[in-house]
């Protein structure tokens, strides 16, 4: 108790310095100066303090958990439960994965485009069509007066990408937080609900100013809650939807497949029944694809593995997601700009304008701040409190127009114009990892590396720089970018008979345009022409 108390202290001083400029920066974006909006947030910070103390409290179980993950993908990646692990200066072991966060793997087993088959007698060789994928992620699609409604500003884009991929016999994959239904629209009747699960301990006749919850009955009304949400995010986009049943969906398996994020994470099966039937049927958390040699074997060793990537950040990892990221959506994510920053059409100009040479930064991030690169001394001490209020989590400070830190804050996100980029997942010790257990594990018996696709961090990458200084390239990790959080910019991967590529839609008057990325050795990705 004492501990808790002490604990509590801490908590309740940094709310004391915290809330008043979160509050502020949340009124420079989406926090109406309402009576009820301000009601709605401090009722709602107890709800986010209580998030914090867990965190605290359980930071070596969060670490072991994301450890963990990093096995339960080597577990999926196999097909196996359990593998064999050949650490260094140790004899080799077996781990054994329970309870894999990918609850849900669907496969596909693609044939070659030329393949020998038994013909009258003989044998001969047969060709077949293309094997051909698109990905996208990150939509963030919500009901029509969601305060954070982005993805419409999309939508008719990304509908007319969507036909020329269905005429062009692609096959569709929608890889996480397609769906935004974490993020809600606050009322007295969800806040009340959230508020009577909060209970409170005292010692020596002194109640906690911070208190508790149960998190099993608050998950009942997340689900119940969600669910009247999901709802109002179909009927509000029907026509998408639609558009996705009938060209894709309804094809077969190998047309349509929707992969579970942290914003859409469909935890109840009372969720997946609100979906068209055959979206339904294609849900899953992760997708493994094996090509089949010209001898028409299947070969067990997936050339991609492509799931949301959720399950390596510390604030989203399954295990710990509904204290931590789902409380930071919840009570503050409808304040500012959702779970991550929106790039309007004045910030997207620069990648999307024909008339303009373009790239995009291609260099893996990190989750913590890694020291300070800043030559005034304002911004060194500047960047260790804006970044501390994140919890020590990287800022891509590089978005912002300024390249003063302590300039960006007062002029950019103090005035409304845009919210922090926050990284909290590194691909750096992402990749690190899978770089490791590919020399360490069953892996390493594989003709070619697996390669790992996800989204989540709103960025595309392919063979990306693994640090600004350094020349090392990340060969076997992409990143589908966003799909809705890009203004008139709609990023994806297309994988056409085992070959990738990065590329983004846009539009220009009333027509569309492709372009595709090309990486350099610098960390860029540069923009190429990539006509329709």
């Given at each position: 108790m004492k501990k808790n108390i002490s604990i509590n202290f801490i908590l309740i001083i940094m709310s004391f310095v915290t809330k008043p400029a979160v509050k502020t920066i949340a009124k420079a974006f989406s926090l109406k100066n309402t009576t009820l909006d301000n009601k709605f947030f401090d009722a709602l910070w107890e709800l986010f303090q209580i998030g914090n103390k867990y965190k605290r409290d359980h930071e070596d179980e969060i670490n072991k958990s994301l450890n963990a993950n990093y096995f339960h993908l080597i577990a999926a990646i196999l097909g196996?439960?359990?593998?064999?692990?050949?650490?260094?200066?140790?004899?080799?072991?077996?781990?054994?994965?329970?309870?894999?966060?990918?609850?849900?793997?669907?496969?596909?087993?693609?044939?070659?485009?030329?393949?020998?088959?038994?013909?009258?007698?003989?044998?001969?060789?047969?060709?077949?069509?293309?094997?051909?994928?698109?990905?996208?992620?990150?939509?963030?699609?919500?009901?029509?007066?969601?305060?954070?409604?982005?993805?419409?500003?999309?939508?008719?884009?990304?509908?007319?990408?969507?036909?020329?991929?269905a005429d062009k016999n692609y096959g569709l994959i929608e890889n996480g937080d397609v769906e935004e239904y974490t993020i809600f629209e606050p009322t007295v009747k969800i806040i009340n609900s959230y508020n009577s699960l909060i209970e409170k301990d005292s010692f020596l006749g002194i109640s906690e100013d911070i208190g508790s919850i149960n998190w099993a009955k608050l998950k009942e009304k997340r689900i119940s809650n969600r669910i009247e949400i999901l709802k109002k995010i179909i009927h509000d986009n029907n026509d998408l939807y639609t558009l996705i049943e009938d060209r894709f969906a309804t094809k077969g398996k190998r047309y349509y497949t929707k992969i579970t994020g942290n914003h859409d994470p469909y935890e109840s099966s009372n969720l997946v029944d609100l979906l068209p039937v055959n979206m339904a049927k294609n849900l899953c958390d992760a997708l493994r694809i094996n090509y089949r040699n010209s001898d028409y074997e299947i070969v067990k060793e997936p050339k991609y593995f492509i799931t949301h990537g959720h399950q390596f950040d510390s604030t989203t990892l399954p295990q710990h997601a509904h204290a931590l990221g789902e409380v930071f959506s919840e009570t503050l994510g409808w304040t500012i700009q959702g779970a991550d920053r929106i790039w309007d059409s004045q910030k997207t100009d620069q990648w999307r304008n024909s008339n303009l040479s373009s790239s995009f930064r291609n260099v893996l991030a990190t989750a913590d701040k890694e020291g300070s690169v800043s030559n005034s001394m304002i911004d060194v001490i500047g960047e260790a409190v804006f970044e501390s209020l994140m919890h020590n989590h990287e800022i891509a400070w590089e978005y912002f127009d300024s390249s003063s830190k302590t300039q960006a804050v007062a002029t950019e996100v103090m005035t409304g114009d845009e919210y922090y980029k926050v990284r909290h997942l590194s691909e750096t010790k992402l990749v690190e990892k899978m770089d490791y257990y590919s020399t360490k594990t069953e892996l390493k018996n594989f003709k070619k590396k697996t390669k790992l696709i996800i989204g989540h961090t709103h960025e595309p990458r392919m063979k990306a720089r693994k640090r600004i200084d350094r020349t090392s390239q990340a060969g076997n990790y992409l990143n589908s970018g966003s799909a809705g959080r890009f203004e008139n910019l709609i990023w994806g991967i297309e994988l056409v008979n085992g070959q990738e590529k990065i590329i983004s839609w846009t539009k220009e008057g009333s027509s569309i345009i492709r372009n595709h990325w090309e990486p350099d050795n610098s960390g860029k990705l540069i923009k190429k022409g990539y006509p329709i």
């Open positions: 196996k439960k359990r593998f064999k692990f050949f650490p260094d200066f140790f004899p080799e072991s077996t781990i054994t994965v329970n309870n894999n966060v990918f609850k849900r793997i669907k496969t596909f087993n693609i044939k070659p485009n030329r393949f020998r088959i038994r013909r009258n007698g003989r044998n001969v060789w047969a060709t077949r069509g293309p094997s051909k994928f698109v990905i996208f992620s990150d939509h963030h699609m919500t009901e029509n007066d969601h305060r954070h409604s982005y993805f419409k500003k999309n939508k008719g884009l990304y509908k007319e990408a969507l036909n020329y991929y």
